[in-house]
């Protein structure tokens, strides 16, 4: 592969928390403020290993975790001062690591987009969610962010907490749109089964599933009417302020990942890197690509991928790109209903539809014929 037609997507993974979240399912190490120099330097070490599969030209970068902006300063500032310039270059951030020396050492650093996870301004229920920041600090964070000339701010939210009720999240709603955000996500909380999230909280995530989709609804209504567009299911912007890198996840681009767990896809490759600290440093410090999961993806996954990923999306995915992977019939019926619309070349789900989201793609695909071995 030509650097002129590579990959245009870069994500790193920083892994480092100053604590875990019972929620939490990434990979992440809590602490180990002496590893992360050399933490850097191994991500370093890996780009020279997989940077020849990169364009001429970066169209972003994403810095995630983890919690990026817990990373010792100096390598942080060592790492972004390495990584390939890009239009948008995003870092992750928690609110109680953000100071006005760290939104400057950001601004210094090229970045251009910062991701602040708020979770919620309700006390009770951040202590919950096991977070450390307040809404205080939620707060204080973003007016660093401004000081330090930061104009695409993005705020996260989570809904579906224990003890939340439509009235909290109407709060929550409303003091985020209070700051002024280019962006908004605002997720459904996952909690993994097993997880000793699960198992302190089993009973009222039970009573939460049954309210997620009001809870949906409501997102969808308030952001909506306050100017925002909902570009992707989870996602609102201002004018022109998608999350450019999630886009190229979003349109099926291939993307390079670094680090411990992260995750590329390349060519009809897709691979995943050890979670193993040690196992990541040492390989790529000796010169060997990190031990990794490797798979083929075939055409009929990549097909399916771009369906189900192009219509978490308000614009349409192409018909011709994804025709192989629709089932007809489903088609028609989901028109019938109002759920699915042509728009010129492309296919797209009606504002109903993507309140359904997952359940009218998932009705959609054709189903893959089973294999009979002899």
């Not at 990026?68 to 109680?96: G, H, I, M, Q, S």
């Not at 450390?132 to 964070?141: I, N, T």
């Not at 989709?213 to 952001?223: H, Q, S």
């Not at 440093?281 to 993806?297: F, L, S, W, Y």
């Amino acid at each position: 592969m030509s650097a002129s037609t590579g990959v245009r997507h870069l994500y790193v993974h920083l892994p480092f928390c100053a604590h875990r979240c019972g929620y939490c399912d990434f990979v992440t190490l809590v602490g180990r403020r002496d590893a992360h120099g050399d933490y850097v330097e191994a991500l370093l070490r890996e780009l020279d290993l997989e940077g020849g599969v990169l364009s001429n030209h970066v169209d972003t970068v994403f810095l995630g975790g983890g919690t990026p902006t817990f990373t010792e300063p100096a390598a942080l500032a060592r790492l972004l001062a390495a990584l390939p310039r890009a239009d948008e270059l995003t870092v992750e951030a928690n609110p109680e690591t953000l100071t006005p020396e760290l939104a400057e050492l950001l601004r210094e650093g090229s970045v251009t987009r910062v991701s602040l996870g708020a979770q919620s301004f309700q006390p009770r229920l951040l202590a919950v969610l096991e977070r450390q920041a307040g809404p205080a600090d939620v707060r204080r964070a973003f007016y660093h962010l401004r000081d330090a000339c930061f104009d695409n701010i993005s705020l996260d939210l989570i809904y579906g907490i224990p003890g939340q009720s439509p009235s909290d999240l109407e709060r929550d709603i409303g003091e985020a749109l209070s700051l002024g955000p280019e962006h908004l996500s605002c997720y459904e909380l996952e909690a993994k089964p097993g997880t000793r999230f699960t198992h302190a909280w089993g009973e009222e995530l039970a009573h939460q599933a049954d309210a997620m989709e009001g809870y949906f609804e409501l997102v969808v209504e308030r952001l909506t009417d306050a100017g925002y567009r909902w570009y992707e299911t989870a996602n609102f912007c201002l004018d022109g302020r998608q999350a450019r890198h999630n886009l190229g996840y979003w349109l099926g681009h291939d993307y390079l990942g670094l680090g411990i767990g992260a995750v590329s896809t390349v060519s009809g490759l897709r691979w995943r890197n050890t979670p193993k600290l040690r196992a990541y440093v040492e390989a790529v410090c000796d010169g060997r690509r990190p031990p990794r999961e490797v798979e083929e993806i075939d055409g009929t996954t990549r097909t399916r991928e771009r369906l189900m990923l192009g219509l978490r999306l308000d614009e349409p995915v192409a018909f011709s790109d994804v025709e192989t992977a629709v089932d007809e019939d489903a088609l028609q019926r989901l028109q019938a209903l109002g759920l699915l619309e042509r728009r010129g070349r492309g296919l797209a789900l009606t504002r109903r539809g993507r309140f359904l989201g997952g359940g009218v793609t998932a009705e959609l695909l054709t189903e893959i014929p089973a294999k009979h071995y002899n």
